[in-house]
């Protein structure tokens, strides 16, 4: 059965204080791999996509990786605005995409 | 920029109850879904349609019926509303392009009591 896994459920951090936040996968296909952020109250918001082992995509304090079996976010020295949860999904084609149950990070000024 | 809009934003319902989501969107993306999402588990995808006229039934569909007459509307039904869809739900839309991301709407709030 296909599963994608988020850890941890929850993430505490100080600001400046970098830290990983993991998505591993057990799928029969991978098409991709989706990273969205989710503000309370508020609808996911894409982030990246990767498609293939060893790709790697930036934005701003963020940073995505993709081995076969699981994906890094790594936040460097982040700032209380990245409080949010992050949510991994992956695509396997046709109309199927899985979601984890994200990681919920709190940055603490 | 609207992007997709869902109303309403907030609901309670009476179990037994039916009630239609509204959901639009205003970038000519073939491609809709409807999720759930509860308390520790993943989005779950309900309905989905691939164009105007076609839809099909996703992971949890029972309970819920969609229709999708225009490109740019994509309505949720609940036909006897039951504690257990007590849940947000989420309207996304995409290009259809493999590996294209979703663009979510902010959700409408259901609780059936």
């Known amino acids: 059965e296909d599963q994608v896994t988020q850890s941890p459920e929850a993430l505490r951090l100080q600001e400046g204080e970098s830290s990983s936040l993991n998505c591993s996968y057990t799928v029969s296909g991978l098409r991709g791999l989706f990273w969205y952020r989710q503000d309370p109250g508020k609808g996911p918001e894409f982030l990246f996509t990767?498609?293939?082992a060893g790709e790697e995509k930036e934005k701003e304090r963020l940073k995505a990786t993709l081995t076969k079996k699981e994906s890094f976010l790594h936040i460097t020295a982040p700032k209380p605005e990245d409080s949010a949860t992050y949510l991994c999904a992956v695509y396997t084609g046709g109309f199927k995409t899985i979601f984890g149950a994200g990681t919920r990070l709190f940055v603490k000024a | 920029n609207a992007g997709v809009t869902q109303t309403p934003k907030f609901q309670v319902l009476k179990t037994g109850q039916s009630m239609t989501l509204q959901c639009a969107q205003d970038?000519?993306?073939?491609?809709m879904s409807w999720y759930r999402q509860d308390p520790g588990m993943g989005l779950r995808l309900i309905h989905y349609?691939?164009?105007?006229?076609?839809?099909d039934q996703g992971e949890v569909p029972n309970g819920y019926n969609v229709s999708r007459s225009t490109t740019e509307d994509f309505p949720l039904r609940l036909l006897s509303a039951a504690p257990s869809q007590t849940s947000v739900y989420f309207c996304?839309?995409?290009?259809?392009?493999?590996?294209?991301?979703?663009?979510f709407g902010d959700g409408t709030r259901l609780s059936i009591l």
């Open positions: 990767l498609y293939s």
């Open positions: 970038m000519n993306h073939e491609y």
């Open positions: 996304a839309s995409s290009s259809g392009r493999v590996g294209a991301p979703q663009h």
């Open positions: 349609s691939v164009g105007a006229g076609i839809t």
